[in-house]
């Protein structure tokens, strides 16, 4: 159905895509792997008009696509639903959904009533529970991509492409988002997904296409491929642990939280011990409010109730400044947009919150700044042409290890990382996975808050399970599964 | 729309306490004068209301405005019939804000600083080509378009309620609305959406500038002669307005009734603070005060929704 | 630094062009004039800079020069405060404007467009409100008009060592401190910054606070700069300051900026005034060239970020300035200095022959008159200027017409410092502010420069002579007398005038009031209303006066464009028992005088009154005109009589129906 043959791209002299063949069949879900950079995004921008390819063709139906733009591949019935929600904040669900799915020509008239009609019908469709009238701005990350397949949904398209869906979604949304794509697949629609959770691919795909390096590897049938294999494929080398062994070694008790508690944000009632040393993971469900207890923690969103105590004493965390004062940092989920200040060097983000440190009475001491980010960009070996260079020019897996390099910078007892690995390569998660260890090992006391179960399991000495705004149950490692953690978040109260 | 009680309830208790203390306020021929008087204003604060929606602003219209007052006035003198000065000044206006659109549109130029460079180079150079002139000598047909007194107020008036009526309506119910506020949400979604933003914004920008033509027309006709300095500072009133009616200033959400009721707020405090009795050295900080009062109680509003 | 660049050639070029065509440009004296006049819009401009960076503005800053000015004065003169106080007290009041908007800001989370949009208003309005708009203070001791007016070591003016310092310090905040740093940031990414532990809050608040206490320290400058203290201090300089630095590279968006570029910026924008002023081109230019360099930096640097985005990143910083870019800088500006000096060197020795010749009576040359209104657009002064080039015509003299395009007596310095460093023969001024100017008029005359005032005048003896129209108690009186008659000496009326704070109006409002009291006791003043010399507000508060005052049977308009205003007002009233009079122009109220709606119009000649200003220069620049003269031949206006320095023009004239027709102009 969708053909594309010998695809070229490059980016002011980088090569992104460089004669990719790549063909998708009616009903048939094709799933695309390949490392962050590896040409993905790259080949999606081609196929939805976004950027247009230096060489190569593309044929829908038999039929050459020629100067393709976002407005065209539309029209042909290619949609794409991105990691990050491409919808208008400020606009209604309805508005979203249903009012740009036509050709928008600038006099039409808008039938509100069957806008909103059809906006619900389809919402209805996959089961979400939304009306049509809300903001989006106002909804949730998970329920903004609710919305967004919604709209790919009313835009009837024939080619659907899903980058990195369920990277926001709970294990509920995401089950309901593959019966969906089931759907569309009997329904003829020809589905592109990709993921970095492998295990999803295995469910899912029919076919398999692996880019390495804006290379074709290789497109062959799901069926007979295992994991390892897979991982091979994608990195070119077989990833013998995925996670890093765990040294025992467990100090003090640095932070105790007692019924603590945040109205602004219905957190309450939350207790847990953390031990220098130590990984507590964090799991639950998207809306069980795990960023904002790591927001609490970090004093973005004060406790107002119930008490937290660091190294046994009382505290109250009105703000990060106190936070870091106490030796508490956080690696935002958000990396974009709360990890790094994008514009600035590496140097500049990864002092941003020790400026302190590198400066006498407030004036900023350049040499020894360089000389701080130097020395963490050897030790996590970020690749970088300088600690000058602008932290936008770097790939994800690179700017989480400078959002990380900024906290161990201050210094700090308590490391808060919510959602580290998310969107970050397979290469890179690994090397982020060692990281964590290697700061566990040297004494430092980790929350860990992540949506990959697996990611949890491997890592955290004890895991917490949230739901509805506090901790569930606090379970061990040896007692942890996949499936227990899942029952506990989901609501069940399995006694642990 | 919640946004709007703010500034609905400021111009209600407003009212009120003019009901109260100078009741002569709301005599009807009062009121006809203070709308005559912001027809103008009343007319570019819809321009400026998607404007500043799509995250943009524009602050050369007072300079336009200037320009396109003293052309009228020109054009009229040249013997130029009037359905053809009509079309010649919101040709000239929508060329005037289409320069503003191409810098900012298609050079991605912020537009403040682009309408910035505009409205010095516009109020410059019109100083420069009348040294301060008035047009004078206008034909009898100039004012009121020829019509007696009342005919041309209930023209101008009816003229001014069908911009304000057709905009209401195209904001809500027309693709080209939408596309603008689309546009001031999210550029980017917008662009994926098939929504040409480059010429959403060109084009925005130079309906601005006819409407600022249209305002300055209706404007000059009130009047047998046309000053050289007309429209000074009309751009922060328009602003003013649009802001203070809730319009968001980062863009993407915005009302147009918000910004009439701005402009119905700001129209009336003058003329009340004179009914009132109050000193005339003071209305500026009054205004000020009431701005402000204004603005942060939409933003408080907004906070608790 | 891409901007940067770009800026620091634009500004050599600038210089060298104008060091070409302007006459006198190239010295040291003008250089530190235009420094001079940079200083005010100066500090305004570096406090601008971190808060535009941090993604911030504020437009309440001009506003709030006019009430530091008024407070300090007031403190000083009336509450009989140390002077040193009394400026304490003013940065203070700034610190207290600054935190008003910090809070609104950072509290309330409102955006800075408009909350300072409000104390735009708000502080201007205050400063109109507690002066009354008339009340100005002058009278400051000398020691302090020193740091505005005076020369350390014989060239180099005060204020610029005060400006040199706050350029240093806000350099240094912002380009090597850790604040300076998280202003950056925050205006990069405001929640990543939260994120980054850093106060946002407090520290943005910072920086309106210390904006509001530079724009009070500006105003204690231009206040000393013109000896008095007005509530119409620094108007409009907000978007001179803001544009001053966006040329100069910094982001409307946030996060990018320097205060280096800032002061590139703020000295292309003087340079090119100054330049101009001295090229004798019309002023207007420095509008139009001002918004074409804005568009022209701005498509010159996107270009080369687009180019540059397309090759790989270099890793260049751009938010960083690196001191060898500081270094770099500053040979730019040591390199013009030496151009500037080498030049005046040669030019000296040039003229050194020549030198005393110049002070000579008798020019070789056709005399150059530089000749200033209060505001050029004005019809008023249009009408002048005809007069002045009909003179100067018949005189074979070199007429240069200058001046602000809105009332402005700090422009007004400006024009006559751009004068004196040009060399020209005479100047004449219409005076919008008599403390103001003097200390400059004189500055002019110990130059070897005849002065005169015309229409208003400055104090006598900082000027030759002083062409008299007619005196503000002949206008009061006139324009008194006129209503007496027409109202039959008793009954309400109203008067129309044009800013609150103009001088010439609330001097003639003040002789009305006078002779009111004197004369015409029955006689009431019930409203003064302020037009800003825009027709269409005199138009609107004249139809509320007439609501507002039923009674009222007279509108009296003391400003040109006022009248027509009032004059429509009250023909689509169709109050036909209104009548209106007032100061006017004839063209300007001539159809309204026919329909009868306007009953009489007082003023003198104004075209008569340009050419006597001239003929007055060009008499005293050729010697044929002395001090102590009793009289003197003024061309088509015949023999004109002098008392003492004052060369008079004649009483006010009254046109009406019957002569108005005799009069065009």
Known sequence: MLTLRSISKNYAGVRALQGIDFNLVAGEVHALAGENGAGKSTLVKILTGAVAPDSGTMHLNDKLVEQNTPHRARALGIAAIYQQPALFPELTVAENIALFDEAPEAWRRIDWAGRRTRARQLLAEIEADLSPDEIVASLSLARQQLVEIAKALGAGARVLILDEPTAALTEREAQNLFRIVGAMKAKGVGVIYISHRLPELFALADRITVLRDGQHVVTRAMQGLDEAELVRLMVGRALTAVYPARSAKRGDVVLESADAGCRATGVHNVSFQLRAGEILGISGLVGSKRTELAQMLFGLNPSDAGEIRVRGAGVKIRNPAQAIALGVGLVPEDRRRHGVVLPMSIAANTTLASLRGVSRRGFLQFGRERAVAEKWRERFSTKADSVLAPVETLSGGNQQKVSLARWLATNPSILILDEPTQGIDVGAKAEIHRLIADLAAGGLAILLISSDLPEILGMSDRVAVMRQGTIAVILDRVDATQQNILEIALGKDAAA | ?305 | MRTERILAIILLLELAIFAAIAPNFATVANTFEITRLAVELGLLALALTPIIIAGGIDLSVGSMMGLAAVIFGALWRDAHLPIFTAALMALATGMLGGSINAVLITRLRTPPLIVTLGTYSLFRGMAHGLTSGITSYSGFPATFLYLGQGYLFGFLPPQLLLFAAGAVAWFLLLHRTVYGRTFHAIGFSPEGARYAGIPVARRLGLLYVLAGMSASAAAIIYVAHLGQAKSDAGTGYELMAITAVVLGGTSIFGGRGTIPGTLLGLFAISVLQNGLRLAALPGELSGILTGGLLIATMSIDRYYATRSRATPATGSEETTVKNSQVAVLSAVIVASALLICGSNWYLARSLRGGQTLAASVTSPHAPVIGMMPKAKGDPYFVSCRLGAEEAAREHGDELIWDGPTDLDAAKQNEVVEGWISRGVDVIAVSVENRAAISTVLRKARARGIRVITWDADAEPEARDFFINQATPQGIGETLTDEAARLLGGRGDFAIVTASLSAANQNEWIGFIKQRLAQKYPELHLVAIRPSDGDRDRAFQETQTLLKVYPQVKLVMGVAAPAVPGIAEAVRQSERTDVKVIGLSLPNLCKPYVHSGVVQSVVLWNTRDLGYLAVTVADSLSRGTLKAGAASMEAGRLGRIQIEGTQVRLGAPFIFNKANIDQFDW
């Open chain 2, 1 to 305: 729309m919640k946004r709007d009680f703010a500034v609905l309830g400021a111009l209600v208790s407003l009212l009120a306490f003019a009901a109260i203390a100078a009741p002569t306020f709301f005599s009807a021929a009062n009121l006809r004068d203070i709308l005559l008087a912001n027809l103008a204003v009343l007319i570019v604060a819809m321009g400026m209301t998607l404007v500043i929606v799509l995250g943009q602003i524009d602050i050369s219209i007072g300079a336009q405005f200037g320009v396109c007052s003293v052309l009228a006035g020109m054009l009229a003198k040249a013997g130029c019939p009037a359905w053809l000065l009509v079309i010649l000044l919101l040709g000239a206006g929508a060329a005037l804000g289409s320069l503003n659109g191409l810098l900012v549109a298609h050079l991605r130029l912020p537009s403040i600083v682009v309408t910035l460079a505009a409205m010095a180079v516009l109020r410059d150079s019109l100083r420069w080509a009348t040294g301060g002139k008035w047009v004078q000598d206008l034909p009898q047909s100039f004012q009121w378009f020829g019509l007696s007194q009342r005919g041309g107020e209930w023209m101008l008036s009816l003229v001014t309620g069908a911009i304000l009526a057709g905009c209401v309506y195209g904001a809500r119910y027309l693709m080209a609305g939408r596309m603008i506020f689309a546009t001031g949400s999210d550029a980017e979604s917008a662009r994926l959406a098939g929504i040409p933003t480059v010429r959403v914004v060109f084009w925005v920008f130079a309906f601005m500038g006819a409407l600022t033509a249209l305002a300055a027309l209706l404007n000059a006709v009130r009047f047998p002669e046309v000053p050289g300095n007309a429209g000074a500072g009309l751009e922060l009133k328009a602003i003013a307005a649009v802001v203070v009616g809730g319009t968001s200033i980062t863009g993407g959400r915005g009302s147009l009734g918000g910004s009439v009721l701005g402009v119905a707020l700001l129209a009336v405090i003058g003329p009340m603070l004179t009914f009132l009795g109050v000193n005339a050295y003071w209305e500026q900080a009054i205004q000020g005060a009431i701005i402000l009062v204004a603005a942060t109680t939409t933003m408080a509003a907004r906070k608790r929704t």
